[in-house]
């Protein structure tokens, strides 16, 4: 896995998993083309999570973007391609100080390499994969695992508070995520397979 590569050392994770009947490469294709407004929970949790910010005016109100595909939309947010293996696995990365209600800034990195060397006692390290297998039934599973690294003791009560606050939440995303990527993947092969 790329993750392992990226970030082997972690403090904080959570996985999920979801099975997809439909071909590998109209599941990777979901995974790309997802979109922000496909998972509505995300409106409603982003916008608690920004509320802060936006109260004491450090982030203006703008277009939802609903038809923003997912993984475009976080790399908007300061996340950033790691690596990817077409059709296989596909793996972001932010750093940053992630609990702060108002001034979190992700801090931008110009390379993979840079995230890899990276080394900071304020900021946390997160990378977010998703990766297909395909199954001896022919069904594809989709995965996502995420990790955080927090190299200072203090640095990691502060995430360890933060990650007992926005857990829920986060599992939920997670879940809706991949249940809309199923939801896609096999109406294009319900869609593909009434042309044949």
Same mark, same amino acid.
């Given at each position: ?9 972690? @403090?904080? @994770?959570? $996985? @999920?998993?979801? !099975? ?10 979901? +995974? ?12 409603? =949790?982003?916008?608690?999570?920004? =509320? ?68 900071? =006692?304020? @900021?946390? $390290? ?21 990790? +955080?690294?927090?190299? !200072? ?12 606050? +926005? ?5 939920? +995303? ?7 990527? $199923? ?14």
């Amino acid at each position: 896995m790329l993750l392992d590569r990226f970030l082997p050392v972690y @403090h904080y @994770h959570e $996985k @999920h998993s979801i !099975d997809v009947r439909a071909p590998r490469d109209a599941v990777y294709r979901a +995974i790309r083309e997802v979109k922000y407004g496909d998972i509505p929970v995300l409106r409603l =949790l982003f916008g608690i999570r920004m =509320l802060p910010a936006w109260l004491a005016g450090k982030v203006k109100t703008g277009a939802s973007g609903g038809d923003e595909p997912f993984i475009k939309r976080m790399m908007r947010y300061g996340f950033m391609l790691l690596e990817e293996a077409e059709g296989q696995e596909l793996l972001v990365g932010v750093v940053g100080p992630f609990w702060r209600p108002v001034g979190f800034e992700p801090i931008r990195l110009d390379s993979a390499q840079a995230f890899i060397d990276y080394d900071s =006692l304020r @900021h946390a $390290k997160a990378v977010m994969n998703f990766q297909v297998r395909e199954q001896s039934n022919g069904t594809m599973t989709v995965m996502t695992e995420t990790r +955080i690294q927090t190299q !200072d003791r203090a640095v990691r009560l502060k995430f360890g508070l933060y990650w007992l606050l +926005i857990y829920p939440g986060s599992t939920w +995303i997670r879940r809706s995520l991949l249940k809309a990527i $199923k939801t896609n993947a096999e109406k294009e092969r319900v869609v593909y397979g009434s042309q044949t």
